[in-house]
């Protein structure tokens, strides 16, 4: 697994596209930074974002807007979307080629406390997650319910990312 480095910065527009976007942005970064003489590379590339009330919460910056982020989710429901991009050179295809989705989840934060906030934050979980925190961690005790793809609202829709690598023949 290669890292692209690429700034998290998403684009005006409707959540399903700005995540979209970066994780294009995340898969040509790593397909470029593969040796031009290695054969034929496929590139999966992927973005979660946290969508409350038509914006994006993006990470936390630190353990303060961590906590932030979890009382203002709090008992509400929210948003996890997903951009997933696949991009190759060679075969199966001629480069530049690329097939983008996005994925939606509704997840129901519960009515936890404020001393909850306080003793997750300070496990360090929240802090590299969007929204706030890890469904599939210590978080998971926040989360009332998920409706939708688990795996989307995990980081990678894999029903999705199924598809997309058996339509270029790749499963």
């Known amino acids: 697994m290669l890292a692209s480095h690429i700034p998290e910065e998403h684009p005006a527009g409707p959540p399903a596209e700005a995540v979209a976007a970066v994780a294009l942005a995340k898969a040509l970064a790593v397909l ?7 054969g ?53 295809a001629p480069w530049p080629d690329r097939e983008i989705a996005a994925v ?14 306080a003793a997750y934050v300070a496990t360090g979980e929240p802090l590299d997650k969007a929204g ?6 210590l978080g998971s005790r926040l989360v009332a319910a998920v409706d939708g793809c688990l795996t989307n609202v995990i980081g990678l829709p894999l029903t999705t990312t199924r598809a997309l690598l058996e339509r270029r023949g790749l499963l």
């Open 104 to 117: 939606t989840s509704r997840v129901r934060m519960a009515d936890y406390a404020d001393e909850e906030i």
């Open 32 to 38: 470029g930074m593969l040796p031009a003489a290695g």
């Open 40 to 92: 034929p590379a496929v590139v999966l590339g992927a973005d979660t974002e946290v969508v409350l009330d038509g914006r994006l919460l993006g990470k936390p910056e630190d353990a303060a807007a961590a906590a932030r982020m979890l009382r203002e989710l709090r008992g509400r429901e929210h948003q996890v979307v997903t951009g997933v991009a696949m991009v190759w050179k060679g075969e199966p």
């Open 132 to 137: 706030g925190y890890a469904v599939q961690g």
